[in-house]
């Protein structure tokens, strides 16, 4: 008994609580109370005590309010009556209003009728494109993987690696079309890989030299070599965030980098190796990229940037030089007055293949025909931007051109690029690219 009545004198003193100035403040009305009432006799006493009197529609609120499609709030007040307290609009103010507002929503119309109709040739575009492509897999696993030798330099392939390789062939056309001159194999790449590791093992255990004298590094060169593409990884493609630390291609990255420098020990790390074989490594299995990343650097042009061979670096630039004064005499002319030298764009452009330089997708398109032309195609490349941004570039100075060539416009258009380095001749005086 005693129980039941300190339970209900707990649950009086519940609802008790729901009328205390709290439930007041916040205009709460307790269930019990609420639940008695009709719907409609809360809105009529709400009514009277606010002073607003329930109006039945208009005719004209009425249709309004079935609308379908409601314009938006800027437009819906056109047709909207002036609240009591104000004079009601003239006769010609609301013809004028209404006149307004079926502008409005024709144009509204028209607007909806053209983002539909691109849509839709977006969406026509896209499908075309995904048809092109399927039909250039089938092509070049069908026709021309099969028969490498006999078929990669007749026109019809030609013509398809200009279009671009599509990317799940790309890979191994990357791989045929570079080659594998050095001869390398998956198990030399674990030799060399196993060696880079013992190395970084040694360097963080602060041993004094490992392997020091064939590789004819001093542990200062090795040790600021291992830091070096430390720190370049972390700068490779930052915006992709898959080779920083934690990245799924890290590690792998990092490897073939290393394996790379215990490879080669006297070309080394070089700043601009991590995004070729960043870009490697995103069309081919980890030994493969190892594989086509050592043998596209043993290439003369390429060879001769990463060893700094300024010799050879300077007559690159002096034969680059020659056709750039045949294709764009204007802007030639312009850079000489403001000595511009081809070294301060051209080094940066050549050193990671336009990897970082242009879009990846566009940068792959520049690596299928790089890997089809070899090295010209890649100063062919350099005049081809010249030519596409020449109007932009003949009205800047020394500053300015170097800072717009070193980071160039992110929303490059892939056709008009290319159809800009279509119209660059590499032939001066009857000579060619090898011969000048």
Known sequence: FFCRNLFTRKQSARFEKQHDVGWKLFGKVPLRENSQKDPKKIQKEYEEKTGRAHRPLSPKQ??????????????????????????????????????????????????????AQKRKKQLEERCKLEDSIGNAVLTWNNEILPNWETMCCSRKVRELWWQGIPPSVRGKVWSLAIGNELNITHELYDICLARAKEKWRSHSTGAAEVECEDAGFSAADREASLELI?????????????????????????????????????????????????????????????????????????????????????????????????????????????????????????????????????????????????????FRTALGILKLFEDILTKMDFIHIAQFLTKLPED?????????????????????????
């Not at 004064?325 to 000489?336: M, S, V, Y």
């Not at 056709?415 to 660059?424: G, K, L, V």
Request: include cysteine; proline fraction near 5%.
């Open 62 to 115: 009425n249709v309004r309010k079935n609308l379908d499609f409601e314009p938006l709030s800027t437009t819906a007040l056109i047709l909207e009556d002036r609240p009591a307290n104000l004079p009601a609009k003239p006769a010609e103010e609301a013809q004028k209003h209404r006149q307004q507002y079926e502008e409005m929503v024709v144009q509204a119309k028209k607007r909806e009728l053209k983002e």
């Open 230 to 378: 430390k720190l370049d990884i972390s700068r490779t493609f930052p915006n992709l965030c898959i080779f920083q630390q934690g990245g799924p291609y890290h590690d792998t990255l990092h490897s073939i980098l290393g394996a790379y420098t215990c490879y080669r020990p006297d070309v080394g790390y070089v700043q601009g190796m991590s995004f070729i074989a960043a870009v490697l490594i995103l069309n081919l299995d980890t030994a493969d990229a190892f594989i086509a990343f050592s043998n596209l650097l043993n290439k003369p042009c390429q060879m001769a940037f990463f060893r700094v061979d300024h010799g050879l670096m300077l007559t690159y630039f002096a034969a680059f030089e020659v056709f750039f004064e045949e294709n764009l005499p204007k802007l030639f002319a312009h850079f000489k007055k403001n000595n511009l030298t081809p070294d301060i764009y051209l080094i940066d452009w050549i050193f990671t293949l336009y990897s970082k330089s242009l879009p990846l997708d566009l940068a792959c398109r520049v690596w299928d025909v790089f890997c089809r032309d070899g090295e010209e195609f890649l």
């Open 412 to 436: 490059l258009p892939s056709e008009e690029f290319f159809t800009s380095i279509a119209a660059i001749q590499m032939q001066s005086r009857n000579k060619k690219w090898a011969q000048v």
